[in-house]
T-cell receptor, first 110, second 111 residues
């Protein structure tokens, strides 16, 4: 089954404690990206990657890091999380006009 | 001004009605136009996309793009209570470029 998986699905952490959210896809897509979704602001792209070792900033990259060392994986790293990064995060992979989303990670930073 | 504008609603319609959802945009370089459906607590699900301009139909859903007016639409025929969800439009200049979403329109279909 074609899918995008994310882990963990839920995470509560404290300010400043580094964390990583993993993302993996099995569709052999070159393009992967991370979004955050906030009430009243909608879905906003954080970072995207066009291929292995190629990434670019989206609309809200501040406070986030990404790496793309393998085609199937695209982890999101928060090196020093802050409360304003409390949000619902989605990973996605894309081929042309077809973009598929993971189930989401609900992150709370206290 | 946002690059993609979408009325957040909510929009309530009776079962069986034709629903029209719309987005406007300002970037004339957009080439991919996508529509997603998102149920509460779930990830967005791609409904359909069009490349460049024109119409596309898939079952009860029809997507239209009018590049001259920078306006896209999604029509849902014979709406069902199961269509109750938030509908998001999204656009991109190319297959490897940034994707910009509208804020989403919340639709409720009343039995």
């Amino acid at each position: 089954e074609a899918q995008v998986t994310q882990n963990p699905r839920y995470l509560i952490t404290v300010t400043g404690k580094k964390l990583t959210v993993t993302c993996s896809q099995n569709m052999n897509h070159e393009y992967m990206s991370w979004y955050r979704q906030d009430p009243g602001l909608g879905l906003r792209q954080i970072y995207y990657s066009m291929n292995v070792e190629v990434t670019d900033k989206g609309d809200v990259p501040e406070g986030y890091k990404v790496s793309r060392k393998e085609k199937r994986n695209f982890p999101l790293i928060l090196e020093s999380p802050s409360p304003n990064q409390t949000s619902l995060y989605f990973c996605a992979s894309r081929w042309g006009g077809e973009q598929f989303f993971g189930p989401g990670t609900r992150l709370t930073v206290l | 001004q946002k690059e993609v504008e979408q009325d957040p609603g909510p929009l309530s319609v009776p079962e069986g009605a034709i629903v029209s959802l719309n987005c406007t945009y300002s970037n004339s370089a957009f080439q991919y136009f996508m529509w997603y459906r998102q149920y509460s607590r779930k990830g967005p699900e791609l409904l359909m996309y069009t490349y460049s301009s024109g119409n596309k139909e898939d079952g009860r859903f029809t997507a239209q793009v009018d590049k001259s007016s920078k306006y896209i639409s999604l029509f849902i025929r014979d709406s069902q209570p199961s269509d109750s969800a938030t509908y998001l439009c999204a656009m991109s200049e190319g297959g490897y470029q940034k994707v910009t979403f509208g804020i989403g329109t919340k639709l409720q279909v009343i039995p």
